[in-house]
């Protein structure tokens, strides 16, 4: 536990990039800060929908600042089964100052974790690309500072959402990976359960890339009876048991609360549309009278559902595979070539000028496309550059490592639809990949076509940068 644990010190020779890092998501997350401080901080009753209806920033939900203000499992216990109770010690710090202090310092908490996440992530993505792969300590610079020049993968670090800290959790797990591949030792049961525990917890479909990256430093060996019961079933069905507690403990209970407030709710208006059929009508007839409140009733209800079909949520929401607990997040309508060209390789790199991170079920339409050709150019550009990575890097099982991380993604959004919608939403879950794809082929190229591609890399980064702060910019203040 010592060793795993040893890896946050930072080296000596780590200490200036590191120091980048932290002030470079400090400032990120300041200016997202100083756009919401004086609705955020203040302390009252309703803090749920002031959240909501006040924080804008694509597709993300401040449901870390509820959490943080209020302690609940507002989040959903099936795909995030123990991202509430990882919060749970700073909204108890948190309360401290509510109560004494009358301040709310939720926005500050979550930003300090995530500069905490965004720091690290950083840090070992360097040590990726410098310790395991073998670029030089300059190639690793401009290949992370291309990395989180990314659209998506730059909102992650000041987004009060799960997708920061899970970011951090699948690139430790992989710089582990790597240390394991290059010393020939295997991911042993107890490295496996505690990185699938914090994993998993924050976000369950991740902590399956846990599985994936034991499979490939153990091999054959994961396939033991003894291992595959103690680390893999044993602690999925833990994971799993906390989430059906949660959900009964917790969550079952507001629903049928709900449930029962709209009942009553649905039983007033009923009562008073009796009383309106009585006054307006003169037949007493009582099956008359319940066959003139069903006949408004069922109007009403065609009113609802009509507004309900022009929404965009519904609008913008394809057709599931079918209808079930987990089936009903699927989609097999939308288009896949629009949603990659768009929005896996598209927004999540470069945020699109029109509709500027507006939220896919409220005012943006699911494909939105780029007002100037060159964005077109650019993303072809990485895409080629990322394509002979993986070919340069073919036969290296570290590659083929993250690349599973990445193709399990593919599968779930673009193959099962889950998510296809807003896919850009979940880049930091993946994204990371393509640089590290491209630093094989840096390393295996002769000098001066390194130093090409080196400063094509260099130019890609800066542009990015320069363009999504821009527009990021331009969507807080203006």
């Known amino acids: 536990m010592k060793r795993l644990f040893g890896i946050f010190k930072i080296r000596q020779e780590e200490r200036k990039v590191a120091f980048l890092a932290f002030c470079l998501f400090t400032v990120l997350n300041l200016l997202h800060i100083m756009v919401y401080v004086e609705r955020f901080s203040a302390v009252d009753s309703d803090t749920w929908k002031k959240f909501v209806r006040a924080f804008k920033l694509s597709g993300f939900d401040p449901i870390t600042y509820s959490v943080l203000t209020d302690w609940s499992c507002s989040y959903n216990v099936f795909r995030h089964p123990l991202l509430a109770y990882f919060v749970w010690p700073f909204s108890k710090l948190n309360a401290l100052f509510i109560e004494y202090f009358n301040v709310n310092l939720a926005i500050f908490i979550e930003s300090a974790i995530l500069i905490f996440f965004a720091t690290y992530s950083f840090l070992f993505l360097h040590r990726i690309f410098h310790q ?86 153990r091999r054959r060996r994961f396939f033991k009876p003894g291992y595959i019961i103690i680390a893999v079933l044993l602690p999925s069905a833990l994971m ?40 307006t009508i003169a037949i007493k007839d009582s099956a008359l009278i319940v066959q003139a409140v069903d006949s408004e009733m069922s109007r ?7 507004r309900r079909r022009m929404s965009a ?40 000028e029109k509709y500027l991170l507006g939220d896919v079920l409220v005012n943006r339409p699911v494909i939105v496309r780029y007002n100037n050709w060159f964005n077109y150019i650019i993303e072809a550009l990485l895409l080629s550059l990322f394509a002979a990575g993986v070919w340069m890097g073919r036969r290296n099982h570290f590659l083929w490592t993250a690349m599973s991380c990445f193709l399990l993604d593919m599968l779930l959004h673009m193959g099962l639809g889950f998510g296809i919608n807003e896919i850009f939403i979940m880049s930091a879950h993946y994204l990371f990949v393509l640089p590290i794809a491209m630093a ?39």
């Open 132 to 217: 395991i792969i073998g670029t030089s300590r300059k190639e690793a610079n401009v290949l992370t500072m291309l990395t989180f020049s990314f659209a998506y993968i730059m909102l992650a670090t000041i987004a009060p959402d799960h997708f920061g800290p899970s970011m951090f959790a699948i690139i430790l797990a992989l710089y582990i990976c790597g240390l394991k591949l290059q010393k020939g030792r295997a991911l042993n049961w107890w490295q496996t359960i505690v990185m699938f525990f914090f994993t998993a917890g924050i976000s369950l479909n991740n902590g399956l890339k846990i599985f994936l990256v034991a499979l490939m430093t």
């Open 300 to 306: 009403m209800q065609a009113k609802r559902e009509k």
């Open 240 to 279: 799993w048991g906390m989430a059906r507690f949660s959900y009964a403990t917790f969550v079952h209970p507001k629903e049928l609360a709900r449930i029962e407030k709209k009942r009553n709710a649905e039983e007033r208006i009923r009562n008073r549309i009796t009383e309106k059929v009585k006054d």
């Open 313 to 352: 949520f519904y609008k913008h929401t394809g057709e599931p595979i079918a209808k079930g607990e987990f089936s009903r997040w699927t989609d097999i309508s939308t288009s896949r070539w629009d949603v990659a060209v768009e929005n896996l390789f598209g927004e999540s790199i470069m945020m699109h």
């Open 440 to 478: 094989y082929l840096l390393v295996n190229l002769q000098e001066k076509r390194r130093k090409i591609l080196l400063g094509t890399l260099g130019v890609l980064a800066a542009y990015f940068w320069i363009w999504n702060i821009s527009l990021l910019f331009q969507h807080l203040y203006m």
